[in-house]
Each structure stands twice: as C-alpha cells, then as structure tokens.
C-alpha cells in the first residue's frame, strides 16, 4: 500500500509545478556533453569552498537564475520538453484522418479535442452529477421533484458508493482496491482498507458547492453543515484507527476475510458493493484482505446517525471533490491542462503516442539498451558492496540479497516490455467509445470507467507477466519523470519523460553524466528496495521468511547510528541518499568498472569532480523530486551524501580539518 500511497504523493507535487513556466534553453543548437555542462557550470557559486559547503559550491547561482524564471529543476525541464512533444503529436493528429476504425489515435483525439472546445456548461460538477445517479433508479436528492419527495428508503451508502468507485472515486469512506499479493506476486487480490481522508475545508465552501449543483438556497447552509459534521466524524475515527492499520500493514499479515465473516464481523454488505464495482456476481466465499477491521465495525454506526439524504449528499459532494481535481475539469479548455488530461488519465495512449509519433522504435530500443547498461553497472557496484559483506551477514542473507539484487529489473516506460505496444494499448482501450458531441463531463467519465474497469480487470489476471511487468494504480496519475520502484515486480519503472537530455540522450553523451545523472536516480531506486520495509521480499516480489525486522540487525543500526549522529527529519532517505552516491561512484570509478576514464576533451574539469558536480544537479530546486514526503534540506541531503564518499576529501584536496571532510565515514553497507 505505501508503495500506491507513495506515488500518487510525488505526483501530488510534481502537478501544476510547470504551469506557468516558460520553457528553459533547448538542447538543440550543442550537443548533449556541452548542453549538460553549461547546465552544470552556470549554477555553481565558485566562491563556496566545495569542501566547507559542497551544496553551495555546486548550485549556489541556481537561485538568481531562478528568480529570472528561466531555469527549473531537471525534472521540470523533463516535463517541458515532453509536454511540447506530446503537444506536437497532438496537433498533427488534427489534420489526420483516422482510417482505421477505433485508433488508438482517433480516441485520444477525440478526448483531447473534447477537453479543448467542449462548452462550460459540460464541465459544471452539476453535470457530471446528472450523468451519474446515485443509484440505477435513484437520482440525486436534490434533483428529485421535491427533496422531501426523495425516497430515503431506496437509499443504500454502500450501493452508491460502488457506483462511484467504478470511475475510480477509491478513497471515501471505505478504501478498495485491486493490489498484488505481497505472497505471491503472480497474483492479484482485492483490499479493504481505512481511507486516507482530506478534510471538508468548511461549511461556507461546500454550501457554495452545494448550490452551484442544484441544492435549494434555503437549504445549502445547514445541509452544508451536516455534511461537515460527518466529515469531521469520519475523519477524527480513521485517525483514531490509524495506529491500528498501520500496525496491521508491517508485516505484511493482514487479515483476510470471507466476505461472510467480514459481514459478521462489520455489519457491511460488501457483496453487492462488489458486483456493482466489478461487474459480476460475487457471492459470500470471496475473500478479501482487510486492514483496520475496528475502523470497519464503526462505520455503520456513525453512518446512521445521519439521514440518507445527507449521507447519499455527502458521497456526492466527494465525488465532486475528486472529479474536480482531475485536469480538463476547469471552466476552460486550457491546452496545457487537456494535455496532462490525456496523459493522465488515458497514459497507455500517452506512452504510445509519444513512442510511435515522436521516439520512433529503433530510437526507444537505443535508449533501452542504455538504461540496460547503465543500470547492470549499477547492480554489480551494490554486489561488489555486498559480497564484501559490511554488515556482517550469514551465508544464507547475503545470497537472499544477491538473488534479490540480480533479479531486479528496470522497465522503460509504462508498457509491458514484451509485448507489440500498439496491440497491447489498442486491446486496452476497447470499449472505450467516445462520442463526437463535445461534452467534457460524458467524454471524462467515460474515460475514468474504462481506466478504471482495467485497473480491477488486474484482478482477473488480466496482464500476463510473460509479456513483462505492467501494473496499473488506481490513483490517477502516475506518470512521473522520475523512476518508482514497484517491489511486486522487482522492478524499477523509468518514465519515458526521461528518456531524454540532460538525464539521458541516445547520441554522444559522456558515460560521466549517464552514471551520475540516470546511474545515481536508478541507484536510490535500487536502494529503496534494500530499505528493511522491502527487505523480506525476494527476487519474485514475494514476501518471505529472511531478512524480516532488519532495522533491528545490530550491524545495520549501529552503521545508522552514525549517520543519525546529526539530526535529520528522515533517516531513512539519509541513508538512500548517501549509499546511493557510493553505489554511482564506484559503478563509475571503482574497479569492477568498464566505463572510460579518460578526461573528456570537452571539459578541464577533472572528472571525478565532474561526476559530483553533475550528480548535485539532482539536489537543486527542490529535492523532493527524488522521492517524497518529509526530508531534510538539499543543502543538508547533500552534503551528508559529499561528506561519508571517501573519495571526496581527495577529488577537491580538502584539508583534514574541513567540514565536509570527517575522520569517520558512515557506511551502511
Ligand atoms: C535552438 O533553440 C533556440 C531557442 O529555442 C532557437 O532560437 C534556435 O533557433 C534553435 N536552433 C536550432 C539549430 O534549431
Ligand atoms: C430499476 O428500474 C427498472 C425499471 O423499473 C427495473 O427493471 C430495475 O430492476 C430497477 N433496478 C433496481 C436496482 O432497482
Ligand atoms: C473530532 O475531533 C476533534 C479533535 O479531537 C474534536 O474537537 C471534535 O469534536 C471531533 N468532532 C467530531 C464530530 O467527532
Ligand atoms: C457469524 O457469527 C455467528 C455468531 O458469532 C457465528 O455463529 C457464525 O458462524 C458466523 N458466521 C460466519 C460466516 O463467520
Ligand atoms: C461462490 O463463488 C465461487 C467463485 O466465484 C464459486 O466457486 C462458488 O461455487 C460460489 N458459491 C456459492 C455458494 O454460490
Ligand atoms: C536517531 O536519533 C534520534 C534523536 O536524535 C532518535 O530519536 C532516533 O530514535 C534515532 N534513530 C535511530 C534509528 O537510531
């Protein structure tokens, strides 16, 4: 679940960052080594010492460059580019004529073109709700002919609210969703789960809501008011269950459930919540993984101390609420806004299009083999760390590690490596019918339900792993310039917004800057993996008997220990942060290594510090970026990478006094 959790988070932050942005310098008119260099030299602050303050010595300009907003994070300038390529496939897809019935190309046109010129009054909330009831013969019950006519009896919360998590409202009330199984990751299987719930900001905002979607003036304030009533009730008793669910979700046992039992247990019907979400019948033997029971067993107490009308209000209001955060619901057309529509919401497409319209195949086949490469270099640095067994391990553990290490792979893009991209993306949206009538809410929702019946079809087995790892999230947008790791398929996802200059470009780019700037990313990546939560899973992305409470392994807290001698918000990607250099460094510099050391003709430079300065280029802007969530400071992130590299002292000939220069070096592994 952290997994999910984790990147819908960095998505979080990653939306609306380049809005407004104007496009930073091309690598057009230099090539990939002169364009990445500049980018380096024209942050560094040469009156910092590196040794006293590396952060500032390495992007200490960035910040008056910024001010003139011309120059962004690298992920930033990753999703600039991009946009603008996907843009111009957009455009020409114009002027096409789609001769091939139901094209890939013909339904994101038509959504995209629906999003540009549909009217307003197609995306008002108010629409949307017309278009979806509350129940198959229950409208909404502000819609009804007179809200006292509205028949209370006919309502059932949970009903309703399987007819909103069939366009992927999947975190109200109860949260549902369709996982791997940590046990056996060939497998797929459904979860019930404590949602993680944003608060009703206040009553005055939903009142306003309320009325732009029908409910009578007179009676939006205190309907309004019971709303955020529930709200707050709900919210204050899944932070009360919180402890308990996170208790449950440690180790990896959560309960499992017969429909039957869970029924005795929490008084919830969730059989025909069930069939509505999937479709098909569902009967009282099917079992379901649950974490937080407590939170369950209360939820139809609180639930009925409230009216229907006022529950079946609420669900509408949530739905409202997710639907609204979407991109394309604006009043507007914006382009900017309609693109990261499609590529959010319809992303198999996105990849695709991108591939066929704009990479061409042999181009993505080239930048594959590179990530390949540099990725297998990466490995064999962790093994070489490994073997030589730091921590003290028995036999048995570091060969689980090794087995782990060697199985992991990395996956370019979001499609599944083995199969005919075109094939598998056109299977994928049948059944998706999208009318030529420019209505945004219909087009949406159509979207969303077809998205969303794929991400359930999972459970099916509908995506076979022989033709390589593919897993679809039911949090809306996961498309990410920068790598997830996703531990049931013991894989690294490398977005194909990447697979571009500065982080990789497929024609004479220095090996320095492939390791330091794809190498160090895929290297964290790595290491997340052999972070002690993902430690018990093995090669197959089962979860299994070794490794288990690692962060209990004397050798592995004693080696924590040093590095948490100065104070930090996160431990944990303290340690990411600093293995992660070790692991690029020596894939590049130590003795296993088959990149060429020679000093590039380009630069004077010297090389190691070339590496360094190059890999710091990930710690400016924001390094958030890298991960998400709480963390310390880049410059803070970053220096404690610069000052436990061994080498470090000896790449800028800093004295034994210097900051960045302590007599003991942490190491983990
Ligand atoms: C490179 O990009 C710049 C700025 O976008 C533009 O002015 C210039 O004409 C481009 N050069 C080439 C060779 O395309
Ligand atoms: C909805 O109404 C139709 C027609 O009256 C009926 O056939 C159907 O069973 C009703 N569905 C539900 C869920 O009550
Ligand atoms: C929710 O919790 C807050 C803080 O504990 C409390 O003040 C409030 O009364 C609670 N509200 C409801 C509706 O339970
Ligand atoms: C439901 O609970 C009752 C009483 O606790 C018990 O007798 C019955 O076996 C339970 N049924 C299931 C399916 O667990
Ligand atoms: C319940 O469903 C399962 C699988 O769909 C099926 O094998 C089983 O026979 C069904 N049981 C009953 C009592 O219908
Ligand atoms: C790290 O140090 C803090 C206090 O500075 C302490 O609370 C925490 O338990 C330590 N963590 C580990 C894993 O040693």
Same mark, same amino acid.
């Given at each position: 679940?952290?997994?999910?959790?984790?990147?819908?988070?960095?998505? *979080?932050?990653?939306?609306?960052?380049?809005?407004?942005?104007?496009?930073?310098?091309?690598?057009?008119?230099?090539?990939?080594?002169?364009?990445?260099?500049? +980018? /380096?030299?024209?942050?560094?602050?040469?009156?910092?010492?590196?040794?006293?303050?590396?952060?500032? &010595?390495?992007?200490?300009?960035?910040?008056?460059?910024?001010?003139?907003?011309?120059?962004?994070?690298?992920?930033?300038?990753?999703?600039?580019?991009?946009?603008?390529?996907? !843009?111009?496939?957009?455009?020409?897809?114009?002027?096409?004529?789609?001769?091939?019935? $139901?094209?890939?190309?013909?339904?994101?046109? @038509? &959504?995209?073109?629906?999003?540009?010129?549909?009217?307003?009054?197609?995306?008002?909330?108010?629409?949307?709700?017309?278009?979806?009831?509350?129940?198959?013969?229950?409208?909404?019950?502000? %819609?009804?002919?007179?809200?006292?006519?509205?028949?209370?009896?006919?309502? $059932?919360?949970?009903?309703?609210?399987?007819?909103?998590?069939? &366009?992927?409202?999947?975190?109200?009330?109860?949260?549902?969703?369709?996982?791997?199984?940590?046990?056996?990751?060939?497998?797929?299987?459904?979860?019930?789960?404590?949602?993680?719930?944003?608060?009703?900001?206040? /009553?005055?905002?939903?009142?306003?809501?309320?009325?732009?979607?029908?409910?009578? @003036?007179?009676?939006?304030?205190?309907?309004?008011?019971?709303?955020?009533?529930?709200?707050?009730?709900?919210?204050?008793?899944?932070?009360?269950?919180?402890?308990?669910?996170?208790?449950?979700?440690?180790?990896?046992?959560?309960?499992?459930?017969?429909?039957?039992?869970?029924?005795?247990?929490?008084?919830?019907?969730?059989?025909?919540?069930?069939?509505?979400? %999937?479709?098909?019948?569902?009967?009282?033997?099917?079992?379901?993984?649950?974490?937080?029971?407590?939170?369950?067993?209360?939820?139809?107490?609180?639930?009925?101390?409230?009216?229907?009308?006022?529950?079946?209000? &609420?669900?509408?209001?949530?739905?409202?609420?997710?639907?609204?955060?979407?991109?394309?619901?604006?009043?507007?057309?914006?382009?900017? @806004?309609?693109?990261?529509?499609?590529?959010?919401?319809?992303?198999?497409?996105?990849? #695709?299009?991108?591939?066929?319209?704009?990479?061409?195949?042999?181009?993505?086949?080239?930048?594959?083999?590179?990530?390949?490469?540099?990725?297998?270099?990466?490995?064999?640095?962790?093994?070489?760390?490994?073997?030589?067994?730091?921590?003290? *391990?028995?036999?048995?553990?570091?060969?689980?590690?090794?087995?782990?290490?060697?199985?992991?792979?990395?996956?370019?893009?979001?499609?599944?490596?083995?199969?005919?991209?075109?094939?598998?993306?056109?299977?994928?949206? !049948?059944?998706?019918?999208?009318?030529?009538?420019?209505?945004?809410?219909?087009?949406?929702?159509?979207?969303?339900?077809?998205?969303?019946?794929?991400?359930?079809?999972?459970?099916?087995?509908? +995506?076979?792993?022989?033709?390589?790892?593919?897993?679809?999230?039911?949090?809306?947008?996961?498309?990410?310039?920068?790598?997830?790791?996703?531990?049931?398929?013991?894989?690294?996802?490398?977005?194909?917004?990447?697979? @571009?200059?500065?982080?990789?470009?497929?024609?004479?780019?220095?090996?320095?800057?492939?390791?330091?700037?794809?190498?160090?990313?895929?290297?964290?990546?790595?290491?997340?993996?052999?972070?002690?939560?993902?430690?018990?899973?093995?090669?197959?992305?089962?979860?299994?008997? /070794?490794?288990?409470?690692?962060?209990?392994?004397?050798?592995?807290?004693?080696?924590?220990?040093?590095?948490?001698?100065? !104070?930090?918000?996160?431990?944990?990607?303290?340690?990411?942060? /600093?293995?992660?250099?070790?692991?690029? +460094?020596?894939? +590049?510099?130590?003795?296993?290594?088959?990149?060429?050391?020679?000093?590039?003709?380009?630069?004077?430079?010297?090389?190691?510090?070339?590496?360094?300065?190059?890999?710091?280029?990930?710690?400016?802007?924001?390094?958030?970026?890298?991960?998400?969530?709480?963390?310390?400071?880049?410059?803070?992130?970053?220096?404690?990478?610069?000052?436990? #590299?061994?080498?470090?002292?000896?790449? %800028?000939?800093?004295?034994?006094?210097?900051?960045?220069?302590?007599?003991?070096?942490?190491?983990?592994?």
């Amino acid at each position: 679940m952290k997994r999910i959790v984790q990147i819908c988070c960095q998505l *979080l932050l990653l939306l609306g960052l380049a809005a407004g942005s104007r496009i930073p310098r091309a690598p057009n008119d230099t090539t990939a080594n002169d364009w990445i260099l500049d +980018y /380096v030299e024209r942050h560094m602050d040469k009156s910092a010492s590196p040794c006293e303050e590396f952060h500032r &010595y390495a992007t200490g300009k960035f910040k008056g460059e910024d001010e003139q907003d011309d120059i962004y994070s690298i992920p930033d300038t990753m999703i600039l580019h991009f946009n603008e390529r996907l !843009q111009s496939v957009l455009d020409q897809l114009k002027d096409q004529a789609f001769t091939e019935a $139901n094209s890939v190309e013909e339904k994101v046109w @038509r &959504y995209y073109n629906t999003c540009l010129t549909a009217p307003e009054s197609t995306r008002s909330p108010r629409h949307y709700l017309e278009l979806v009831s509350s129940d198959e013969n229950l409208t909404w019950p502000q %819609f009804a002919h007179r809200r006292s006519k509205w028949p209370q009896e006919e309502f $059932n919360w949970l009903q309703t609210l399987a007819q909103l998590r069939r &366009y992927g409202m999947e975190n109200s009330i109860i949260r549902m969703n369709v996982v791997p199984d940590a046990k056996d990751s060939t497998k797929f299987l459904v979860t019930v789960i404590t949602p993680e719930v944003e608060k009703f900001l206040n /009553v005055d905002i939903i009142s306003d809501l309320l009325i732009t979607i029908g409910v009578d @003036r007179s009676q939006a304030q205190p309907l309004a008011s019971k709303l955020v009533q529930l709200d707050t009730e709900l919210y204050n008793f899944t932070a009360e269950n919180k402890e308990e669910a996170r208790l449950d979700e440690d180790d990896f046992t959560n309960a499992v459930y017969t429909l039957d039992e869970l029924q005795n247990r929490t008084g919830l019907h969730l059989e025909k919540y069930l069939e509505i979400v %999937f479709g098909r019948p569902i009967n009282g033997s099917f079992e379901v993984e649950v974490l937080g029971t407590k939170y369950l067993e209360g939820l139809e107490e609180i639930l009925q101390k409230y009216d229907s009308d006022v529950v079946a209000s &609420y669900l509408m209001v949530k739905f409202v609420h997710f639907l609204m955060a979407l991109d394309g619901s604006e009043p507007d057309g914006d382009p900017g @806004r309609c693109l990261d529509a499609v590529r959010f919401h319809m992303e198999q497409a996105g990849d #695709l299009l991108y591939e066929d319209h704009y990479l061409k195949p042999e181009k993505l086949q080239k930048y594959t083999a590179e990530v390949q490469r540099i990725f297998e270099a990466i490995k064999q640095s962790f093994k070489d760390k490994l073997e030589k067994n730091h921590l003290h *391990l028995s036999p048995a553990e570091v060969a689980a590690l090794k087995e782990k290490l060697l199985a992991m792979t990395v996956t370019v893009g979001i499609l599944p490596s083995k199969a005919n991209h075109r094939r598998f993306v056109t299977d994928f949206y !049948q059944g998706l019918e999208l009318d030529s009538k420019p209505d945004f809410a219909k087009a949406q929702l159509e979207v969303l339900k077809l998205r969303t019946r794929r991400v359930l079809d999972q459970l099916n087995g509908a +995506y076979s792993k022989d033709e390589g790892f593919f897993q679809l999230y039911d949090e809306i947008s996961n498309n990410n310039p920068v790598p997830w790791f996703e531990v049931s398929g013991n894989t690294i996802i490398l977005a194909i917004e990447m697979l @571009r200059e500065p982080v990789l470009a497929t024609k004479g780019q220095h090996d320095v800057f492939k390791v330091s700037l794809l190498g160090y990313l895929l290297a964290r990546k790595l290491m997340e993996n052999f972070t002690p939560y993902f430690l018990p899973f093995d090669g197959k992305g089962n979860y299994g008997e /070794v490794l288990r409470s690692f962060e209990n392994y004397p050798s592995y807290v004693d080696a924590l220990a040093c590095l948490n001698a100065t !104070q930090t918000k996160n431990l944990a990607k303290r340690v990411i942060d /600093v293995v992660s250099l070790g692991i690029a +460094y020596d894939a +590049y510099f130590g003795e296993n290594s088959q990149f060429d050391q020679k000093q590039p003709d380009f630069t004077e430079v010297p090389l190691k510090q070339l590496f360094l300065l190059s890999v710091a280029q990930w710690f400016l802007g924001d390094a958030k970026y890298l991960d998400y969530g709480v963390a310390d400071q880049d410059d803070v992130r970053l220096n404690q990478a610069i000052r436990n #590299l061994p080498y470090f002292a000896e790449i %800028f000939n800093c004295p034994t006094s210097a900051v960045l220069n302590p007599t003991d070096k942490c190491q983990v592994w």
